[in-house]
């Protein structure tokens, strides 16, 4: 029977694996963000490059928290937030990426706009769990 408790080897590559995660995200952010001003600004409307905008800021608000928890002793709470903001990472700014700039790509993904506040609610789920995590750490 394999131990389903992770070596301490094991528990340090997972909290890197979440530092190498956020640090690609942040990378892809700048990417995107760099495309928005100078491939996507000119071609879409004000109100969609305003929602696109939000996007990418959203994207890196959350990249704080996740370079934080990288650098935390392993634990299976900070893990599942972390994974959680990753998620609403993908869904928030992903979705709404792609539903601003039909423009430039001519195609629909309107239908993804459910994935766009899942995401919102994904990191209002993080952020409340990461401040139960502070709340019942003892000192």
């Known amino acids: 029977m ?7 080897f094991t528990k340090k590559l997972v909290m890197r694996k979440i530092g190498m995660i956020a640090a690609i995200i942040g990378a892809l952010g700048v990417l995107f963000g760099a495309f928005g001003a100078h491939g ?5 409307d004000p109100t969609r490059y305003a929602a696109y905008r939000v996007g990418i800021e959203y994207l890196f608000f959350h990249l704080a928290p ?12 900070l893990m ?20 601003t700039t039909e423009a430039v790509h001519h ?33």
Not at 66 to 77: C, H, M
Not at 86 to 92: A, D, E, M
Not at 131 to 138: N, P
Request: positive net charge.
């Open 40 to 44: 996507v600004k000119d071609k879409i």
């Open 2 to 8: 394999r131990n389903s408790i992770p070596s301490n």
């Open 107 to 139: 195609i629909n993904f309107h239908f993804l706009w459910p994935v766009t506040p899942l995401g919102g609610l994904l990191f209002v789920i993080a952020w409340l769990m990461l401040a139960y995590h502070f709340f019942s750490k003892k000192i």
């Open 66 to 77: 996740l370079l934080y928890l990288s650098q935390q002793v392993y634990s299976k709470q």
């Open 80 to 99: 599942t937030v972390s994974y959680i903001f990753i998620l609403g990472i993908v869904c928030f700014a992903s979705s709404n990426l792609l539903m």
